[in-house]
C-alpha cells in the first residue's frame, strides 16, 4: 500500500523567515503522483502544488517542491514565510493503481509569528 | 461561488440515530469521494465512485452507506451514530476517476457531532 510520512505535526517560523516541511512516502507502485494542500481554518483542502515528474521543481504562490524518488521525498519549501500561510498543510500521494484516491500524510500545521 | 456544495454545514445528532450528509458538485466532474477528518486521523479516505459507481471502499462500518442519485450528487447516510463518528466529513471531485493529473477538488465539509 501507501503511506505519506508527515514529520512534524507543529511548525512555527517568524515572519520573512524560510519554512520547509518534511514528506517522505512508500509505496508499492512505480508511477506516482504528489500533491500539496493547504487547509486554512475552517476552511476546504485545496490545491497548493502537485507533481508527478522525477527532479523536477514545482512553484506556486511562493511555495516549491521538488519530487526525488530516490529519497523518497516531496517537501514544500517557501524562502520567506507570511502570516497568512499560518495553516495545515497535507502531503499527499497517489498511485495509479488507485485511481484517482489521495493517500494523506497527519498534516503540518504552520504559524508564522511576527 | 462553491462548485461544491456540502449541506448542512454543521450537524449535531444524538448516539443510535441516523443522518443523511448531502453534497452536489458544479464542476461537471465524473469522479465523487468522501474523506473524514477527525484530531485522531486526519483526512481518511472513506469511498470513491466514478460515473455513479463505487470504486473503492475504505470504510469498515456497513454504518456508513453512500448514495448517487445523479452523476454530481454523492450523498452519505450514517446510521446508528456513535461519538466517535463526530468528525468533519469532506465531499469531493475529480474530472475522472483514472487519469495522471486529476487534482482533488474538495467542498467546504460538514461538521458532524453526535452526542
Known amino acids: 500500500g501507501d503511506s505519506v510520512t508527515q514529520t512534524e505535526g507543529l511548525v512555527t517560523v517568524t515572519e520573512g523567515l524560510p519554512v520547509k516541511l518534511n514528506c517522505t512516502y512508500q509505496?508499492?507502485?512505480?508511477?506516482?503522483?504528489f500533491f500539496w494542500y493547504v487547509q486554512y481554518l475552517n476552511e476546504a483542502p485545496q490545491v497548493l502544488l502537485k507533481s508527478s515528474t522525477d527532479n523536477k521543481r514545482t512553484e506556486h504562490q511562493g511555495f516549491h517542491a521538488t519530487l526525488h524518488k530516490s529519497s523518497s521525498s516531496f517537501h514544500l519549501q517557501k524562502s520567506s514565510a507570511q502570516l497568512s500561510d499560518s495553516a495545515l498543510y497535507y502531503c499527499?500521494?497517489?498511485?495509479w493503481g488507485t485511481g484517482s484516491k489521495l493517500s494523506f500524510g497527519k498534516g503540518a500545521k504552520l504559524t508564522v509569528s511576527p | 461561488d462553491p462548485k461544491i456544495i456540502q449541506k448542512p454545514k454543521y450537524l449535531v445528532a444524538v448516539t443510535g440515530s441516523e443522518k443523511i450528509l448531502i453534497c452536489e458538485q458544479y464542476l461537471g466532474h465524473n469522479a465523487m469521494y468522501w474523506y473524514r477528518q477527525s484530531a485522531k486521523k486526519p483526512l481518511e479516505f472513506m469511498f470513491s465512485y466514478s460515473y455513479q459507481k463505487l470504486m473503492d471502499n475504505q470504510t469498515a462500518s456497513s454504518r456508513f452507506q453512500p448514495q448517487s442519485s445523479k452523476k454530481n450528487h454523492l450523498d452519505l447516510q450514517i446510521t446508528a451514530l456513535k461519538p466517535d463518528d463526530s468528525a468533519t466529513y469532506f465531499c469531493?471531485?475529480?474530472?475522472?476517476?483514472?487519469?495522471?493529473?486529476?487534482?482533488?477538488?474538495f467542498g467546504a465539509g460538514t461538521r458532524l457531532s453526535v452526542l
Open positions: 469531493a471531485s475529480s474530472q475522472d476517476f483514472w487519469g495522471s493529473q486529476n487534482t482533488l477538488y
Open positions: 499527499a500521494l497517489r498511485s
Open positions: 509505496t508499492t507502485y512505480l508511477t506516482i503522483a
